[in-house]
């Protein structure tokens, strides 16, 4: 089956975002007396935001309440920090192949769990290169569960198989490969367990070579 689509995740893959999570986070760990350290923001990649601050909490009891005001403290920091973002955030080769698979008539899609991507690709000067955005307030099941994509992939009119899933967390490629969609893994080799191809980053590649490696890869 011809590729037809790319689905992106924002954060790691079109911009790096992960630092201003990490600093947000951390400003409220530091306030709530918790420890957490950059090492323990890497395993919150793609990891939703209710479920980041259950892992941060490390089973300190709290209420519902509590839950809901922190996650409300860490997104404000959030939002005060990324309102440094601009046109110079976008990863080296995200413009150009948002462009080539624009030009080649060809989709792109954002499947990013963050609820604040809109803001973000609006911030980033790419919105008008995504033809759909299913972000954090599409779905209820969140990676590692395949609904996000499968939400992207159904806005887009194609199917997973048609569909190329850019990812730099393993519960994305997990989410991606459980909805029978092809991934391409941004990262290190040892963060993926399993993709159907792994790069360090997008700085130039180009839409001819990913079709090449998805048209001689094995599902
Ligand atoms: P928000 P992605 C994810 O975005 C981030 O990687 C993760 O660190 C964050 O907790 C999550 O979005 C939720 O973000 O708090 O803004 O809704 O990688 O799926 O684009
Ligand atoms: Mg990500």
């Not at 790096?16 to 990649?45: G, Q, S």
């Not at 080799?189 to 998805?214: K, S, W, Y």
Request: hydrophobic share 40%.
């Amino acid at each position: 089956m011809p590729i037809k689509a790319f689905i992106f995740d924002l954060d790691g893959v079109l911009t790096d975002t992960a630092e201003y999570h990490y600093r947000a986070w951390n400003r409220l760990a530091d306030e709530i007396d918790v420890p957490f350290t950059r090492e323990e923001n890497e395993a919150l990649r793609g990891i939703p935001r209710r479920e980041s601050l259950l892992t941060l909490l490390k089973g300190h009891p709290t209420t519902e309440e509590q839950l809901q005001a922190w996650m409300s403290r860490k997104n404000d920091y959030y939002l005060e920090f990324i309102r440094e973002i601009s046109s110079t955030d976008v990863l080296p080769g995200a413009r150009e192949l948002l462009e080539e698979i624009r030009a080649a008539g060809l989709k792109s899609a954002l499947g990013s769990a963050s609820k604040n991507a809109p803001e973000v690709i609006q911030r980033l000067g790419i919105a008008h290169l995504l033809d759909s955005v299913s972000d954090g307030n599409s779905v209820e099941r969140q990676k590692p569960a395949p609904d996000l994509f499968l939400h992207a992939a159904g806005k887009l009119g194609v199917s997973p198989r048609e569909c190329v899933v850019v990812e730099d967390a393993a519960a994305g490629v997990e989410a991606a490969l459980a909805g029978g969609f092809w991934t391409l893994a941004l990262g290190p080799v040892t963060r993926f367990p399993v993709a159907h191809h792994i790069l360090p980053g997008l700085e130039n590649i180009h839409l001819q070579e990913l079709l090449d490696i998805f048209s001689i890869t094995d599902f």
